[in-house]
């Protein structure tokens, strides 16, 4: 694929041309190497769940009533409290030698969050971005316009 998945490029080389990554995928799982639960979790992660609770839109996996009572507790609302709840850092999943491959990966993440963001709820509009800190990489949502 390229070299941003090296351990595919190590498969692909000692396999025929016709090799591609949903070979990688079984070959992968088949060795046992992965549990097969966790492509479930990397669906969830690239196409999410959400909730909406008072007109405010959460990442289902990261809604936390005590973490969202303690944001609003210090006068977190609306986009500000989306904001918070819904950062994501990619980063933290993966080894440090891969941050080329979590700024990808979040970058691709974030252009489906926005599709299922806008399928799932047509009537509002998100800010969906990226954004860089210290050297994390994190995918961020929150309504341009939150219900009052």
């Known amino acids: 694929m390229d070299s941003l998945m090296p351990d595919y490029d190590r498969w692909k080389g000692m396999n025929s041309s016709a090799f ?8 992968v799982f088949r060795e046992g190497k992965v549990a097969p639960d966790l492509a479930y979790a990397f669906f969830y992660l690239f196409w ?7 007109g405010d839109v959460f990442l289902k996996e990261k809604y936390d009533e005590k973490r969202i009572f303690g944001l609003k507790k210090k006068g977190y609302t ?3 409290l ?4 819904n950062l994501t850092s990619l ?8 941050s080329i491959m979590a700024r990808h990966l ?3 993440l974030a252009v489906v969050w926005r599709i299922k963001l ?8 998100f800010h969906v971005r990226c954004l860089d800190d210290d ?3 994190y995918v961020v949502f929150s309504q341009e316009t939150v219900k009052p």
Do not use: A, M
């Open 91 to 98: 980063e933290s999943l993966l080894p440090e030698s891969q």
């Open 106 to 108: 979040t970058d691709e």
């Open 82 to 85: 989306e904001y918070w709840i």
């Open 20 to 27: 591609n990554v949903y070979d990688y995928i079984h070959c």
């Open 78 to 80: 609306g986009q500000d």
């Open 48 to 54: 999410p769940q959400f909730i909406e609770i008072d």
């Open 135 to 137: 050297g994390e990489r």
């Open 118 to 125: 806008q399928n799932d709820f047509p009537q509002k509009t």
